[in-house]
């Protein structure tokens, strides 16, 4: 199995800007989560969802952000009107969930943003 | 709801000695419990994990944890550090859905 994959690793932008990142997840896990992790900090959960139902947010996932799985594959996730608060590495997951078998999640290599 | 408490941001150890690095959990389920291993600039990578059924649990690259319901404790160990070992360890627990992780430990290894 290839990884979880995500894209760009790096983003810089300007306060203001609208960003867009992208996962791709271990090939036939059904689930995939979005974290954000501050410097310092663990992971903090924001999002996911089985198949491509969004199952739950997080209060920290703001009217600004939104996160789309089209066709329970691949999966975006976008900040409108970025802020110096959003400043962060965002992390993708995935899991494959059977009934009450173990969810263990896998990460990628996480995309870094920076606003400026 | 959940929560875990990495007693020690930092901890540094000789090479060759033992590692232990402290995680206690809350859960209002019986909990799955991992421990995560987190090197510069890179995601997270599974080391060992707790599901209900052994409560000494055997990961990769040397690392073991033993699950104390008694005491709400995961606990990570190592016999010997290497210098490989260097890196951020985040312990978390799972409510069957989404993570929640600990502040992590910072891990250094004295020549």
């Known amino acids: 199995d290839t990884g979880v994959s995500q894209d760009p690793r790096h983003k810089i932008t300007k306060r203001g800007q609208n960003v867009t990142f992208r996962c791709d997840p271990i090939s036939e896990h059904n689930r995939l989560y979005w974290y954000r992790q501050t410097l310092g900090q663990g992971p903090e959960f924001l999002t996911y969802?089985?198949?491509?139902?969004?199952?739950?947010k997080s209060r920290l996932l703001s009217d600004r952000f939104s996160a789309e799985r089209p066709k329970g594959s691949f999966s975006t996730l976008e900040i409108q009107r970025t802020e110096q608060g959003d400043s962060a590495m965002y992390l993708c997951a995935s899991s494959r969930v059977l009934d009450s078998s173990t969810d263990t999640q896998y990460f990628g290599p996480g995309t870094r943003l920076t606003v400026l | 709801a959940q929560s875990v408490t990495q007693l020690g941001s930092h901890v540094s150890v000789s090479e060759g000695a033992l590692v232990l690095l402290r995680c206690n959990y809350s859960s209002s389920v019986p909990p799955y419990l991992f421990w995560y291993v987190q090197y510069p600039n890179q995601g997270l990578q599974l080391l060992l994990k707790?599901?209900?059924?052994?409560?000494l649990v055997k990961g990769i690259n040397g690392f073991e944890a033993e699950f104390k319901k008694s005491e709400t404790s995961f606990h990570l160990t190592k016999p010997s550090a290497h210098m490989s070992d260097a890196a951020e360890y985040f312990c978390?627990?799972?409510?069957?859905?989404?993570?929640?992780f600990g502040t992590g430990t910072r891990l250094t290894i004295i020549p």
């Open positions: 969802f089985q198949n491509e139902a969004q199952l739950e």
């Open positions: 978390a627990v799972s409510d069957h859905e989404k993570l929640t």
């Open positions: 707790y599901t209900s059924a052994a409560t």
